[in-house]
């Protein structure tokens, strides 16, 4: 694929899965759902994928300074916790609009805010680091 490639690409909607075409080639998969779980069907082949919650963090225990980063590109929209505010696990910290979206990033752990890297109305890219966060 080169840099300035263009592409013709359509793709449709079916009530079982969808029907692609990408630059004149007809593609069609089905996809079936089980809970969490999408098996796309394709081919002769499959490939199976688990749905997450991109703003979900890790259960293991968090100490010390804590990540927080932009899990898609977006633009921030407000802070909720005043810096050096004590917080508990769950409590939101900011708001970050996505994908036409506003979704409310929380504490992965009790600590504090030390700084918000990010001011409101300021974009951020896809895993930029926006809060600087330390664990109690």
Do not use: C
């Not at 840099?3 to 079982?16: G, K, T």
């Not at 919650?53 to 633009?75: C, L, T, V």
């Not at 990033?105 to 990010?118: D, E, Q």
Request: hydrophobic content about 45%; charged content about 20%; overall charge negative.
């Amino acid at each position: 694929m080169l840099a300035n490639e263009v592409f013709d690409a359509r793709i449709q909607a079916l009530s079982d899965g969808f029907s692609a075409w990408l630059n004149g080639q007809h593609y069609q998969a089905r996809v079936i759902q089980l809970g969490q779980q999408r098996i796309l069907f394709s081919r002769g082949h499959s490939l199976s994928a688990r749905l997450g919650d991109p703003y979900a963090y890790a259960s293991r225990e968090i100490h010390g300074h804590a990540q927080i980063k932009a899990p898609m590109p977006g633009r921030v929209v407000a802070h909720l916790a005043a810096i050096g505010t004590q917080l508990e696990k769950g409590e939101p910290l900011m708001i970050l609009e996505a994908m036409k979206m506003e979704h409310t990033l929380k504490a992965p752990a009790a600590g504090r805010v030390n700084a918000y890297l990010f001011a409101p109305g300021e974009q951020v890219g896809d895993g930029d680091e926006l809060v600087d966060f330390e664990a109690a």
